[in-house]
Protein backbone atom coordinates (compact mmCIF):
# COMPACT_ATOMS: atom_id res chain seq x y z
CA UNK A 1 0.00 0.00 0.00
CA UNK A 2 0.95 3.54 -0.70
CA UNK A 3 -0.21 6.77 -0.13
CA UNK A 4 -0.13 8.08 -3.74
CA UNK A 5 -2.45 4.37 -4.76
CA UNK A 6 -4.07 3.65 -1.74
CA UNK A 7 -5.62 0.21 -1.99
CA UNK A 8 -8.89 1.07 -0.90
CA UNK A 9 -11.02 1.11 -4.18
CA UNK A 10 -12.81 -2.09 -3.05
CA UNK A 11 -14.00 -1.32 0.50
CA UNK A 12 -17.99 -0.57 0.10
CA UNK A 13 -19.76 2.48 1.34
CA UNK A 14 -22.55 2.76 3.00
CA UNK A 15 -21.91 0.26 5.93
CA UNK A 16 -22.32 2.16 9.68
CA UNK A 17 -19.55 0.40 10.52
CA UNK A 18 -16.24 -0.71 9.38
CA UNK A 19 -13.14 -2.90 10.83
CA UNK A 20 -9.73 -3.09 8.72
CA UNK A 21 -6.66 -4.99 10.16
CA UNK A 22 -3.56 -4.29 8.21
CA UNK A 23 -0.32 -6.41 8.65
CA UNK A 24 3.45 -5.56 7.05
CA UNK A 25 1.52 -1.92 6.73
CA UNK A 26 4.52 0.43 7.20
CA UNK A 27 5.61 2.72 4.55
CA UNK A 28 6.59 6.83 5.05
CA UNK A 29 4.01 8.50 5.96
CA UNK A 30 3.20 11.62 3.92
CA UNK A 31 3.95 15.27 4.92
CA UNK A 32 1.32 16.31 7.62
CA UNK A 33 0.91 13.37 9.05
CA UNK A 34 3.04 12.57 12.36
CA UNK A 35 2.85 8.34 11.94
CA UNK A 36 1.82 6.05 9.03
CA UNK A 37 -1.24 5.30 11.31
CA UNK A 38 -2.49 8.38 10.94
CA UNK A 39 -1.95 8.57 7.07
CA UNK A 40 -4.25 5.01 7.01
CA UNK A 41 -7.35 6.47 9.10
CA UNK A 42 -7.32 9.51 6.88
CA UNK A 43 -6.82 7.78 3.83
CA UNK A 44 -9.59 5.44 5.00
CA UNK A 45 -12.19 7.50 5.91
CA UNK A 46 -11.07 10.41 2.87
CA UNK A 47 -12.45 6.72 1.20
CA UNK A 48 -15.74 6.42 2.71
CA UNK A 49 -16.39 10.06 3.26
CA UNK A 50 -15.26 12.60 5.91
CA UNK A 51 -18.60 14.21 6.05
CA UNK A 52 -20.22 11.06 7.54
CA UNK A 53 -17.33 8.48 8.75
CA UNK A 54 -14.71 9.07 11.40
CA UNK A 55 -12.04 6.51 13.34
CA UNK A 56 -13.77 4.94 16.47
CA UNK A 57 -10.41 3.52 17.64
CA UNK A 58 -7.22 2.83 15.99
CA UNK A 59 -4.06 0.89 17.33
CA UNK A 60 -0.88 0.12 16.59
CA UNK A 61 1.85 -2.70 17.20
CA UNK A 62 4.61 -2.18 14.55
CA UNK A 63 3.28 -2.89 11.28
CA UNK A 64 0.00 -4.90 12.93
CA UNK A 65 -2.92 -2.46 12.63
CA UNK A 66 -6.40 -2.16 13.31
CA UNK A 67 -8.81 0.71 12.50
CA UNK A 68 -12.45 0.93 13.11
CA UNK A 69 -14.44 3.37 11.88
CA UNK A 70 -18.54 4.28 11.95
CA UNK A 71 -21.29 6.85 10.95
CA UNK A 72 -20.56 9.68 13.18
CA UNK A 73 -24.09 9.68 13.98
CA UNK A 74 -23.21 6.18 15.60
CA UNK A 75 -20.37 7.75 17.68
CA UNK A 76 -22.05 10.87 18.58
CA UNK A 77 -24.87 8.83 20.21
CA UNK A 78 -24.95 9.18 23.78
CA UNK A 79 -25.98 5.54 23.20
CA UNK A 80 -24.35 4.48 19.64
CA UNK A 81 -20.92 3.43 20.18
CA UNK A 82 -19.69 3.27 24.07
CA UNK A 83 -16.83 1.62 25.99
CA UNK A 84 -14.16 1.65 23.84
CA UNK A 85 -10.97 -0.09 24.72
CA UNK A 86 -8.00 -1.03 22.60
CA UNK A 87 -4.39 -3.23 23.35
CA UNK A 88 -2.15 -5.57 21.92
CA UNK A 89 -0.62 -8.39 21.92
CA UNK A 90 3.07 -9.46 20.96
CA UNK A 91 3.69 -13.24 20.41
CA UNK A 92 7.24 -12.91 17.98
CA UNK A 93 10.24 -14.66 19.22
CA UNK A 94 10.34 -15.23 22.83
CA UNK A 95 6.72 -13.62 23.16
CA UNK A 96 8.01 -10.14 22.81
CA UNK A 97 9.10 -9.12 19.54
CA UNK A 98 6.07 -7.45 17.86
CA UNK A 99 6.50 -8.55 14.38
CA UNK A 100 3.78 -11.28 15.46
CA UNK A 101 0.90 -10.87 17.41
CA UNK A 102 -2.60 -8.82 17.79
CA UNK A 103 -4.14 -5.91 18.50
CA UNK A 104 -7.61 -5.75 19.32
CA UNK A 105 -10.52 -3.33 19.99
CA UNK A 106 -13.62 -3.68 21.59
CA UNK A 107 -16.68 -1.38 22.05
CA UNK A 108 -20.41 -1.71 22.55
CA UNK A 109 -22.79 -0.46 19.79
CA UNK A 110 -26.43 0.40 21.81
CA UNK A 111 -26.30 -3.07 23.89
CA UNK A 112 -24.29 -5.22 21.51
CA UNK A 113 -20.66 -6.10 22.66
CA UNK A 114 -18.29 -6.89 19.66
CA UNK A 115 -14.37 -7.08 19.60
CA UNK A 116 -12.63 -7.11 16.76
CA UNK A 117 -9.13 -8.53 16.95
CA UNK A 118 -6.42 -8.01 13.85
CA UNK A 119 -3.62 -10.38 14.05
CA UNK A 120 -0.23 -11.70 12.28
CA UNK A 121 0.43 -15.25 13.06
CA UNK A 122 3.74 -17.19 12.33
CA UNK A 123 3.92 -18.41 8.76
CA UNK A 124 5.01 -21.64 6.90
CA UNK A 125 3.31 -24.61 6.39
CA UNK A 126 4.94 -26.77 9.49
CA UNK A 127 3.75 -23.81 12.31
CA UNK A 128 0.13 -24.60 12.62
CA UNK A 129 0.91 -25.81 16.40
CA UNK A 130 3.18 -22.09 16.72
CA UNK A 131 0.13 -20.35 14.78
CA UNK A 132 -2.77 -22.07 17.61
CA UNK A 133 -0.76 -21.10 20.37
CA UNK A 134 -0.07 -17.53 19.40
CA UNK A 135 -4.17 -17.13 18.82
CA UNK A 136 -4.99 -18.84 21.89
CA UNK A 137 -2.51 -16.03 23.64
CA UNK A 138 -3.62 -13.21 21.90
CA UNK A 139 -7.21 -14.16 23.03
CA UNK A 140 -6.53 -14.81 26.11
CA UNK A 141 -3.70 -11.53 26.94
CA UNK A 142 -6.80 -9.28 25.31
CA UNK A 143 -9.25 -10.43 27.64
CA UNK A 144 -6.88 -9.16 30.38
CA UNK A 145 -6.78 -6.05 28.43
CA UNK A 146 -9.74 -5.66 27.49
CA UNK A 147 -12.07 -7.36 29.59
CA UNK A 148 -10.79 -7.28 32.95
CA UNK A 149 -9.40 -11.10 32.61
CA UNK A 150 -12.79 -12.32 31.43
CA UNK A 151 -13.15 -14.54 28.62
CA UNK A 152 -13.57 -12.62 25.39
CA UNK A 153 -16.28 -14.67 24.40
CA UNK A 154 -17.95 -14.50 27.49
CA UNK A 155 -18.55 -10.83 27.72
CA UNK A 156 -18.85 -10.05 23.74
CA UNK A 157 -21.59 -10.80 21.64
CA UNK A 158 -19.58 -11.07 18.78
CA UNK A 159 -15.47 -11.83 17.89
CA UNK A 160 -13.61 -11.04 14.58
CA UNK A 161 -10.75 -12.33 14.40
CA UNK A 162 -9.14 -10.96 11.51
CA UNK A 163 -5.74 -11.01 9.77
CA UNK A 164 -2.81 -12.87 7.80
CA UNK A 165 -3.17 -15.71 9.67
CA UNK A 166 -0.60 -18.00 7.48
CA UNK A 167 -2.65 -20.77 7.37
CA UNK A 168 -2.78 -22.68 4.02
CA UNK A 169 -5.26 -25.15 2.42
CA UNK A 170 -3.55 -27.90 1.36
CA UNK A 171 -4.92 -31.30 -0.58
CA UNK A 172 -7.51 -29.59 -2.52
CA UNK A 173 -6.34 -30.33 -6.74
CA UNK A 174 -6.05 -26.50 -7.86
CA UNK A 175 -8.78 -27.84 -10.78
CA UNK A 176 -11.59 -26.94 -8.13
Known amino acids: FTPQHPP ?20 PHRKGFSRCEEDVCFCLVSHLGRAQYTVVKAI ?38 KNKGGVGISLSIYDTRICFVGA ?25 ILSNGTDLSSCHDHIFFLGDLNYRVTGIPRSR
Open 120 to 144: HLAAKPKRVKERNANAFVILKELAT
Open 60 to 97: SMWEIRIVVIARRSLVSSPIGIHSVKAGHVATGVGGVL
Open 8 to 27: FHWLPKGYDIYAIALQECHY
